[in-house]
Structure formats: structure tokens, C-alpha cells
């Protein structure tokens, strides 16, 4: 995910898993959004620009948010239903539930959708003709603020926690077929599924 407003990086193991984590520049400041570290994670995103937050868009999996803020001197930032201070970035609420809070980040001026677990490109999420997916355990069940976003939002770039970003004329479209066709389409993704298993 090299872009002109920042870069993304995926974590080596577990290799199933994709673990991506984003740095977002915005004038100079950096925002990194569920980072996980490793070799030359910290000098790239000096380079980047001055360190502003660490953005942890899930409860569920702190990652090494804490540890690089840390490092950083940035302040850590987590579940930021309130927005993030000092930033363009805007938090919208996908899910508040017992076990799963999660956040998006929507940068209109940009138009970049930063999702860290409701949505995913890596295979398990996807179905056969599926560019992203919806997470396994949302597809029956889509929370509001998902299909809140997919109906008012139409972004050039959507950036997730799990596989690659997806980017330029296809990501709004992606947006709006993996969210609204995402219950019709179980099935399809289950027999997908079960058939990758078997290879």
C-alpha cells in the first residue's frame, strides 16, 4: 500500500493471518493505525515525517500499539470514538458490542477508508468474485455503522487490517458489493471456502 499520503506493511507471521498495519501522513505528521512491529518499522515511519499517534481501531488486538507509541513519544490512541485530535482523520463507529468495539478511520480529503477488521482482503474473507470481504463473523449479521458507511461513503482507497488495500476506481464499488451483498452471498463464500480447504 505505497501511496503518496503514507505507506502499509504486513507482518511476516503468522503468514494465514496478513496482519497490515498503515502509516498515514497528513502535513508532516504521522498516524500509525494498528501497527505491528518489526525491522525497520520505526526508522520508515521517521523518515515519513513527526510521529503524532498510534491508532488502535479494535478492543479485541492491541498489537504493539502500546510499545511503539511508546518508542514513538506519541500518544496512543485506542478504540478513538471521540475522532483523533489533531487530525483530518475521522472516527466513525462500526461496532460497540461486548468482545468486538471497533472504529474506522474516513480521511474525505483523501478519500481513504482505513478498516481494521470488518473488512479484509485476505482469502478467508473473500468469497469467489469477491475484491474485499466482510469478516466471517459479520457476514449474516452487519452491524449499522458498516452499512452506513457503505452507502454514504465512496472511497478511492480502502485500506484494512488484513491483506492488502484496495485502491483507485474499484475500491468504492468493492465497498458497496462486500458490504450490501455480504448475507446474500454466504453461501457462495462457505462453498469457497470449503473448496480451498480441500486443495
Request: proline fraction near 8%; glycine fraction near 12%.
Amino acid at each position: 500500500d505505497e501511496t503518496d499520503f503514507g505507506f502499509g506493511w504486513i507482518a511476516s507471521e503468522p503468514e494465514l493471518l496478513q496482519r497490515a498495519s498503515h502509516a498515514l501522513a497528513v502535513e508532516g505528521r504521522v498516524w500509525l493505525v494498528d501497527p505491528v512491529d518489526g525491522p525497520g518499522v520505526e526508522e520508515r515511519v521517521r523518515a515519513l515525517g513527526e510521529p503524532a499517534g498510534v491508532l488502535q481501531l479494535i478492543d479485541r488486538h492491541d498489537r504493539d500499539c502500546a510499545e511503539l507509541a511508546g518508542r514513538l513519544g506519541a500518544p496512543l490512541h485506542r478504540v478513538p470514538l471521540g475522532g483523533v485530535p489533531g487530525s483530518p482523520l475521522e472516527a466513525r463507529k462500526i461496532l460497540d458490542a461486548p468482545g468486538w468495539h471497533e472504529v474506522a478511520l474516513w480521511w474525505e480529503a483523501r478519500s481513504v477508508l482505513v478498516c481494521a477488521e470488518a473488512l479484509g482482503t485476505v482469502p478467508y474473507f473473500r468469497g469467489p468474485d469477491e475484491t474485499l470481504g466482510v469478516h466471517p463473523f459479520l457476514r449474516l449479521y452487519q452491524p449499522r455503522g458498516l452499512r452506513d458507511m457503505a452507502k454514504c461513503l465512496a472511497p478511492d482507497h480502502v485500506l484494512v487490517g488484513h491483506g492488502e488495500g484496495v485502491h483507485g476506481e474499484v475500491a468504492a464499488p468493492a465497498l458497496t458489493q462486500a458490504v450490501r451483498g455480504a448475507r446474500r452471498a454466504t453461501p457462495r463464500w462457505l462453498s469457497h471456502q470449503l473448496h480451498r480447504r480441500k486443495r
